[in-house]
């Protein structure tokens, strides 16, 4: 996967959350911490910070001390860049030889004290959000491997949740399974990764094939998607990233209450059978085998037997399974996966 | 349009032709010439050029002198770099003051020479296929004016000179019409435009949105399309390319003896209804109107009265007007747009 080397990042990391208050601003370093316990050796936070990975505090000399090898910059600041009183944290960590990882509207390297740090310690400024430099055209040739990709009604409706959970599921039930990150936080998360919607255009669906490359006939990539085919500005990502990937499977991630595109609101949000649909008639150009294998609701805004009735309602009209990855698992989309693919 | 400001060229021009011995690698050169012939004030032809655009071959110094403001560079050399026997003359014309114009894979101010004759001189290095810095997601907010985007079935299809051809009709026909160029050669003939295909993935049909902006009520964009829907490759820019145009018309642009598409051949052709169709689907997204309003087809391969019946049962099977812009002219086209939209 000789494209991707450019985002391969380091373990372990220490987290940096700041002085961030609002846990919604964090969700890159809870979701690090939730998905991927081993990678992490410890959070760097400010006394202003009340919020709490659960993971041991530490300087950023402790940090070096312990081996640390990335400081991740796990929050999302308001206005997208780094606040001044953060970075003489982040200078010590490059000066010490870790490698800084961000994922803001910010070049690390535009800051002179950072680029000498980092350059006088070897340490790498890593910008999840930057596509490897050479990137193909996507050819369409069949990849050996099995893969599902999860697609969404609309952005922000838990495909990569979707996809990361389900993942997990699918090795708990056995199956030799890979999550692939297709934007800033999964790549955090998997360590590795493209960030499709910063690819240039013409090159999207040549950056999804390098994303899941090719696999043991018995081994199944857990691709997170992008946007939907249903969103008048990243349409266009989703296609490329559906053509790209040639999923034997689809999971349509949806949101139960949700009735127009997020910021969108002239745009309403398409049935799940219509989403299904239209996956499927797209995605057939590369995989004439794509089948749907699943569905994945964001059931958040339900009391516990109003989820049960959706979902049970939403099975019926499907026929597939209904899951909400967060209050019932992804079992059921592995048991339909076995027993499709038996 | 301010997005678009970066890419606006300078007539007249002086079209570059180099060295180049074949009429193909000189398409941008004669394009312009074909299209737009007022704006072209001369060609600069080395001895070894057997190409000729039919305008006066002109030195440098002589386009100086008859007030030239861009030296165009209106070839696709092998290997898309430019020979250094061409450079003495690309400074000069830079030293001169005009801008130079080039869409190949050469960064022009990576030639300090070049770089310093256009600093001290004031004129413009300008990458056509560079889209301006900051461009808008999609917000598929409807537009006034009136649309026409072409689409193909395959890349290569014709598509630029379908919109051209048609552009040109239109306005013979009495309609106001604007020729939108998305691609390098349509920006060259156009003098302004974006190069859709070397957009951020993300800002794709925010891109399309800046190129046909609000206009009169009764005022017509025939948009350059790219790509297509079928194309493994690059059916992401076409879906982003549609949803940002809004188009009210699609003309859909076919070959008529090509079966697969071109350097995939493992990907058939679709037929001419199964494109309309799924343009059709995919375009009510951001504009439920969309209608077909003819198909425009490459027949170069056929004789002439193979033409005839080749578009005859096209235009049975569509119920559309179908021509070849070569050799039956737009004007078909034009009539159903006219009875359609009255």
Known sequence: MEGLKTIQLEAPYLILLGDVTAKDLAKTGFGIVQWRPKLVAGQLRFPECPLDLGVPDMTVAEAAAAGVRSLIIGVAPVGGVIPDSWWAAVEEAAAAGMDIVCGLHVKLDD????????????????????????LPVGRGTKRSGKRILTVGVDCAVGKKYAALALDEAMRGGGFKSTFR??????????????????????????????????????????IEGQGSLFHPGYAGVSLGLLHGSQPDGIVVCAHATRKAITEWPDFPVPAVNECIERNIVEGRLTNPDIRCVGVSVNTSALTSEERSDYLAALQEETGLPCVDPIATGCDAIVDYVRAEFS
């Open 181 to 222: 990150a297709s934007g800033q936080t999964g790549i955090m998360i998997a360590g590795v990764g493209i960030a499709i919607d910063s690819v240039v255009a013409d090159f999207v669906s040549g950056a999804a094939e390098l994303l899941s490359p090719d696999n043991d006939d018995d081994h199944w990539d857990v």
């Open 111 to 134: 800051n002179p004290a950072i680029a000498a740090a980092a350059g006088s310690s070897g340490a790498r400024l890593i910008d999840v959000r930057e596509p490897p430099g050479r």
